[in-house]
């Protein structure tokens, strides 16, 4: 599964081990047991990557031979794609522009998706050394 944390400054990608049912439950209980309020609902999550990363041709057939209808794939510019993801978004309101946006995919997709993220972190602080 993959979580995208969302925060003021921008979101972070990881991959969780855990089923999507069980994380979920554990992150109810911790909001009952801190009475914080609980906010989900299906939605889905955004965000842009390099067009010219490697790998990202690769996933980009994939998506298309597979038919996959849980990610799309939307080329911005010559610069960027936009992938789109469905998911479970978890947050303190209704409204909130903070929160955690989870999705379950098949292992290959999400590793392949949290590589590229990570790969294009890394080019990101190399250009802004």
């Known amino acids: 599964m993959l979580k995208l944390t969302y925060i003021e400054t921008g979101f972070y ?45 690769t996933l980009t057939l994939e998506v298309k031979k597979l038919e996959l209808d849980f990610i799309s794939l939307s080329f911005c510019d010559a610069d960027c794609v936009e992938v789109t993801i469905k998911g479970t978004w978890i947050s303190a309101k209704a409204d909130s522009e903070e929160g955690v946006f989870v999705a379950v995919m098949s292992h290959s997709i999400e590793f392949f998706l949290l590589t590229l993220w990570q790969d294009a972190q890394v080019s990101a602080s190399v250009l802004s050394d």
Do not use: N
């Not at 801190?34 to 067009?51: D, H, K, M, N, Q």
């Open 13 to 57: 990608l990881e991959y969780l081990t855990k089923s999507l049912e069980e994380w979920v439950q554990g992150r109810v209980i911790l909001a009952l047991r801190v009475g914080e309020s609980v906010y989900i609902e299906p939605s889905t999550a955004s965000f842009l990557l390099p067009a010219d990363l490697p790998g990202l041709k």
